[in-house]
């Protein structure tokens, strides 16, 4: 189990803080904020917890937040499983809170903040002016607005805010952070300076609400996306014509070729309900890119399309189609995801694909290894 055991206790008001830093060879204990509610854990894990924390020293901490006089005061120990990238677990010393899975990459950003606060090069109260160049859409940093590195940290970390964290790696330096991060075992793996690019979000992009694929951009810049199947190519063609009753009509009909492994499936289907009318050409699409996936099949048998939103964005010539795809398993999970193109048809089909893609990646399915063509 590699860990990261994480302590803190800062003022909101003053910035002010305390705390020890101890560095060994898989537990770092720096400073840290308060987070969100805790999934349940097992007794193992909780077993590994208490051992971590009680090694560490820190189980003699009392919480801040018990005293009543001190509401902006938190004191709490996290302690982070990172054995898995994929799914890592979270739990916490003093307090019923858990970090969003997305802001597990950036705790290796707060532990290199932290470790360069102890040793004296940068302090919690220094403030920062947050440059345009670094502000995501949906976060609470505004260009130009002056924040100390204390208030940077506790955004990045409580509320999974990418321009904080966008400051905090331009503030400890991207590579001194990746050091951390090779430091604890994940060799091959580096930190993005940019948890969203700006290209994307150039191109019409915004993830604010669609976190599902948000997950799948961000595993992708850490190189831990598995590689599940390939779109070889895929068309959709719909047709007016007048029914037996002489009234117009349209059918819609889709086909998709994928590659899983080293087998192509081409899939074909039509867009007709129960009633024989017509649901459209992604309705179609949809319904040929699920209809045959092979050993990934099981898992996407219950996967249903539940809303769809489209939005033009960059008017004029530039326009852009902007398609939010909202998602529902047998389980109840629901999950968005986005697609972006000139064309509506390409950017329902890219919203579609990071719907199945991210239902895989959940499930934690193994991808069948691909066949070089």
Same mark, same amino acid.
């Given at each position: 189990m590699r860990t990261l055991a994480l302590s803190l206790t800062l003022s909101a008001v003053t910035g002010a803080a305390s705390g020890q830093l101890t560095l060994r060879p898989d537990v770092v204990t720096p400073e840290l904020t308060a987070f969100h509610p805790l999934p349940p854990r097992d007794e193992e894990f909780s077993a590994q917890i208490r051992r971590i924390v009680q090694e560490a020293g820190l189980d003699r901490m009392t919480p801040a937040a018990e005293n009543a006089d001190e509401e902006d005061e938190w004191s709490s120990i996290c302690v982070v499983d990172l054995a898995d990238l994929s799914r890592p677990r979270v739990a916490e010393w003093c307090g019923q809170n858990m970090l969003y899975p997305a802001s597990t990459y950036k705790m290796y950003v707060l532990g290199e903040a932290v470790r360069q606060v102890c040793a004296g090069e940068i302090s919690l109260e220094q403030c920062f002016t947050v440059p345009e160049h670094n502000?995501?859409?949906?976060? /609470?940093?505004? @260009?130009?607005?002056?924040?100390?590195?204390? &208030?940077?940290?506790?955004?990045?970390?409580? !509320?999974?805010?990418?321009?904080?964290?966008?400051?905090?790696?331009?503030?400890?330096?991207?590579? /001194?952070?990746? @050091?951390?991060?090779?430091?604890?075992?994940? &060799?091959?793996?580096?930190?993005?300076?940019? !948890?969203?690019?700006?290209?994307?979000?150039?191109?019409?992009?915004a993830y604010d609400t669609a976190q599902a694929s948000f997950e799948l951009v961000a595993r992708e810049e850490l190189g831990i996306l598995p590689d599940f199947f390939e779109v070889k190519r895929y068309r959709v063609t719909v047709e007016r014509r007048r029914n037996k009753y002489n009234r117009m009509v349209s059918l819609s009909e889709a086909v998709v070729v994928v590659k899983i492994g080293a087998q192509k499936v081409l899939?074909?289907?039509?867009?007709?309900?129960?009633?024989?009318?017509d649901r459209g050409p992604v309705n179609a699409l949809a319904k040929a890119l699920a209809k045959d996936l092979g050993p990934y099949q099981a898992c996407i048998d219950d996967l249903r399309l539940v809303d769809f939103k489209v939005r033009i964005t960059q008017g004029g010539t530039e326009a852009v189609t902007r398609v939010i795809i909202d998602s529902e398993d047998g389980a109840g999970r629901r999950w968005s995801t986005v697609g972006v193109s000139a064309n509506i048809v390409d950017a329902s089909f890219e919203a579609l694909l990071d719907a199945i893609v991210w239902k895989l990646v959940r499930d934690g399915v193994e991808p069948v290894a691909m066949a070089a063509e």
């Open positions: 502000v995501r859409s949906g976060d /609470r940093l505004a @260009a130009g607005q002056e924040v100390s590195l204390s &208030e940077i940290l506790r955004l990045m970390c409580q !509320f999974s805010d990418n321009t904080a964290a966008n400051m905090a790696i331009d503030i400890v330096d991207r590579q /001194r952070a990746s @050091a951390l991060l090779r430091a604890m075992g994940l &060799e091959g793996s580096d930190i993005t300076r940019k !948890f969203l690019p700006r290209a994307r979000e150039d191109e019409g992009y899939s074909v289907s039509e867009s007709m309900d129960a009633a024989g009318r």
